[in-house]
């Protein structure tokens, strides 16, 4: 096997089409919303088109009454894909180094799409995605599994789907590839372990460090966030938090932040820890993680 496939919605990125109602009414009656006017149908159905704007106006002549619901969860998409699938990241990260092709295969209507895929860093890692939006056949279509298999170049013998839907895994497995339920991203790594198409992960045993800027930091503590990755790009832009080894403070410092006195910046220490999925690419470290506010602030 040669090639790994994503599931997106699930396993790489967290869908929760919750929020974007909530925008406009209490949280405890989207429940309702949602069922009265057959949202999760109404959903499936969009992921074959290329816009969601006209089946929207399609529901709301249904359910005039609730217009202004049905029209938030367009005006409101991006509160819905707002984080990372914990774990999940750093397992495809670590796959290209082993020779592994990366892809992944959605359902999602393409218009919807293009807006995760410009706000999630992660995505630009797969050599191809295939969004059903795009192509107007849905998981899970044969066809479709075919179709990501030939745009990655593979056979389907030889690749690999990952998905939460244990349905399109079994419809990915009648077409031959090999289907792997998502249930965490621990049991998806070590399934690919034991296909052998990853080892352990390299431990790295030494602190790694974080220049912040001190705002931001003190920002962070208060909100119980931090948003960012370096100093000029988001954690869920980039996929990673830029880190640094002792040796390469100095250089990152010179490099990025040469303009600002100490006052203005404030050095992290993240001590070893296994359950922090931290890479070493290009000899950098990168966390594959928020950053923990818990970390240790030097200077």
């Known amino acids: ?25 209490p949280a405890e009656q989207v ?42 969860y367009r005006q409101n998409f991006l509160h819905t894909v707002t984080r990372m699938v914990p774990g999940t990241p750093a397992v495809l990260a670590e796959l290209p180094g082993r020779g592994i092709t990366v892809g992944a295969l959605t359902n999602w209507a393409a ?48 690749a690999v789907f990952i998905d939460d839907s244990a349905r399109n895994v079994a419809a990915a497995a009648e077409v031959g590839l090999t289907g792997l339920h998502f249930t965490s991203a621990e049991q998806l790594r070590a399934d690919l372990v034991d296909l052998g198409l990853l080892g352990e992960r390299a431990t790295v045993n030494q ?24 100093r000029e790009t988001g954690y869920l832009a980039e996929g990673f938090v830029h880190c640094s080894f002792a040796h390469q403070l100095d250089g990152t410092r010179e490099r990025f932040y040469a303009d600002l006195p100490n006052a203005d910046l404030t050095l992290l220490r993240i001590d070893p ?27």
Not at 139 to 151: G, N, Q
Not at 207 to 230: D, I, K, N, T
Not at 291 to 299: D, I, K, N
Request: charged share 25%; net charge negative; proline share 8%.
């Open 1 to 25: 096997m040669d090639t790994v496939i994503f599931d997106i919605g699930g396993v790489l990125i967290e869908w929760e089409p919750e929020r974007a109602f909530e925008q406009v009414m």
């Open 31 to 72: 429940p309702a919303f949602m069922a009265r006017i057959g949202f999760a149908d109404w959903n499936h159905g969009n992921d074959a088109r290329a816009s969601i704007i006209d089946a929207e106006d399609d529901l709301v002549r249904r359910f005039p009454g609730d217009e202004v619901g049905i029209r938030a």
């Open 111 to 158: 218009d919807s799409f293009a807006l995760t895929r410009a706000r999630f860093g992660v995505l630009g890692r797969c050599t191809d995605i295939v969004v059903s939006g795009e192509e107007g056949v849905i998981k899970p279509d044969p066809a479709i599994f075919r179709l990501a298999c030939e745009r990655l170049g593979t056979a389907p013998e030889q």
């Open 207 to 230: 602190p790694v460090y974080h220049w912040a800027l001190r705002s931001r930091w003190e920002s962070a503590l208060a909100e119980s966030e931090y948003p960012w990755s370096s």
């Open 273 to 299: 820890d296994p359950d922090l999925p931290i890479l070493v690419e290009d000899g950098y470290p990168h966390l594959f993680a928020p950053l923990p506010l818990t970390a240790t602030v030097v200077g």
